[in-house]
Structures are given as C-alpha cells and as structure tokens.
C-alpha cells in the first residue's frame, strides 16, 4: 500500500530532515509511526500524503507515485495533519458536504457518505453545530470524518490525540480500532500506549533515518538483553542465589532481603519465560514464595532504548529487516 524507497527531503539552510528513508505498509495493516520531536515523522508524512515534494527518493501510494500522479493518490488516502485545518464557521454537516464535494464525491452518493462518516465518528448529535463551537475533541472527530468521508483505502492520521484529555482519547483510539476493520492505517503519536492499543506493527525514525521496524511482540527481544524474572522467597539470600545459579541461561542475579524474605531479580540470556522453572525450583526447597513475576517491556522502553545517544550502533535493523 505504501512504498517508500530512498526518500530524502533538504530544506533551505543545508537542513536535512529526512536521510535516505525506506519502509514499506502493506495493504491492511495498521503500523505505528514514531520519532522524538525533528526525527523527520511529519515531514515523511507530509510528503506521503503529497502536501510536500521531496528532494529525492520514491513514494508510491497504492502503486502510484505521489510526485507524479498526486491528483489520483489522494483519492486513495486521507490524511489527517497535526494541527487539523477547519472551516470554523460552517456546520458539521455543511462542512463534511462541502469537503465531499471537493474531494470528487459523486452527488448521488454525497448524503450517504457524509451520514456514514458521521455515525462512524460519532457526529450525528452535533451535526447542526458550528464547527468553532465544538470541544477539541469533537473538532477531531470532525478532522477524521473529513479524511475519510471519500472513503480512501489509506489513512495517515499525525497525532490523532494531541491536546484531547483521557476520555477523548479513549474514544478517538475506539475509533481508530474500528476504521482499521477497513482501512490501512499509518499512525504517528507521542502517546505510546495508544500505538500499542492500536497497531501490530511500529516505525521508528530518528535523526532522519530509519532505525526501527517490525511487530511490536518482537520489539523486546531486538532491544532488551533477555528475559528478566523476579522471584521472592523466606530463604536466606546467600542460600537463594546459591541454588538460582543452577538454572540455565542465566545471566546476571541481584539479591535484596526484607526481614526474613529475599528478593531476587534473574537476568537470562534468552526470553524463554523461565517462572516455572523458578517455581519448581522453590517448591523443590520448600519454601515460602511471596512473588513471582515476568517483567513485560513497555514500547516506551524500548523507544527510550532506541533513541538514547549510541542506540542505532548498538541495534541498527538489518537492511533486510527495514520494512513495515
């Protein structure tokens, strides 16, 4: 569905924002875009969506390049900015009318799509009220009904959730998961529990280049060590770490006592889940177990991982591997 090969973009001033970028969004998937602040995330995404040309490189949209054949890309995709542009005067049904129109939305078929995206981003009860006069969160329910009220087979939607608050942010992810019954979906968002909730696979650029690409389940084992496993037990600590030391893989053990407990955190050179073995382990001994648990990586760790000074030369992606 999306297919970018070598993009470069150059700004006046010898400033490069995006450097010899490539990824690839098949047809279907709902792939997460993400960056720090000036990685190059909306400049890529301006670009993709044909709002600017880049300096160099290839973007195809549904196989058609963008550079050359906009007009007929953006019947293909919606896109949805950063800060989302609105005719603050006009009514939400007038305005979502007005917008078909303009996207190219035959007459006949006008009324029913613009009713559609209504009841799809939840605008039927405000669909008489001035645009200016809706809450942040309902002005970008009215940005999404605009993206897909041509009903294009891509969305590109920056920050969907800038500025919403907790609830509206919960319905607008709502949202997202229901379009992604239908729709391909490229999502770029500070929020990264919501790029959990929402998508299987991640994009990461940093500093203009790729440095990241693949489903967020395999995410853990390119930028953590291995497995972590705590385990607390009423056993002396010298006595626990002294058995601990028999299973295998392990890497590295810290020890701390409470009283009568010892609390060791395991480090294993693998992501097996290794909490059975551990708890054969203590039963074997008999004794008493407080706590046993497996360390889940938040995507927001492993972000930080990836983005601190060194990363990419620590875990730069295959070449290969360089796809979304």
Known sequence: MIDVTHLTKKYAGGVTAVRDVSFHVDRGEVVGFLG??????????????????????????NGLDVTRKGVEVRKHLGYLPESCPL????????YLRYRANLKGVPRRHRKTRVERV???????????????????????RVGI?????????????????IGLDPNQILQIRNLIRELAEDHTILISSHILSEIEATCDRVVVIHRGRIIESSPLDLLG????AGAEVTVEARVPAE?????????????T??????????????LFTDFEDRREEVFRLVRKHGWDL??????????EEAFVNMTRDGATAFREAPEEEVSA
């Open 239 to 251: 006595e626990l770490e002294l058995r601990l030391r028999e299973l295998p893989g392990l890497s």
């Open 118 to 140: 209504m009841t799809q981003c939840g605008l039927t009860e405000v669909r008489g009220r001035r645009v200016g006069n809706l809450s942040k969160g309902f002005r970008q």
């Open 87 to 94: 005719y603050l005067d006009m009514r939400v049904g007038e």
């Open 253 to 266: 053990i810290r020890t701390g006592e409470d009283g009568s407990w010892t609390r060791a955190e395991l």
């Open 145 to 161: 009904a605009d993206a897909l009220v041509h009903n294009p087979d891509l969305l590109i939607l920056d920050e969907p959730t």
């Open 290 to 299: 407080r706590e046993l648990s497996l360390k889940r990586h938040s995507l």
């Open 221 to 224: 084992e390119r930028w953590f």
């Open 36 to 61: 720090p602040n000036g990685a190059g995330k909306s400049t890529t995404m301006r670009i993709l969506s044909g709002y600017i040309s880049p300096t160099g490189g290839e973007v195809r949209v």
